[in-house]
């Protein structure tokens, strides 16, 4: 089974989250969660493209 896996930085002090995930002040940059998903829906469809369904 083909799998994919990628680390995103959710770190962006311009909107205060520049914390580690463990630190009671963190707080994602939520546009993060965004290019994730694109990343991911990228892959998939590729995978498609090359690969019968």
Partial sequence: IPGAFALLGSGNKEKG??????????NIDEQVMKS??????????????????
């Fill in 17 to 26: 989250s520049d914390y580690a995930h463990h630190h009671g002040c963190f």
């Fill in 36 to 53: 994730g998903a694109e990343l991911y829906a990228q892959y998939a469809w590729r995978y498609l493209q090359q690969n019968a369904f």
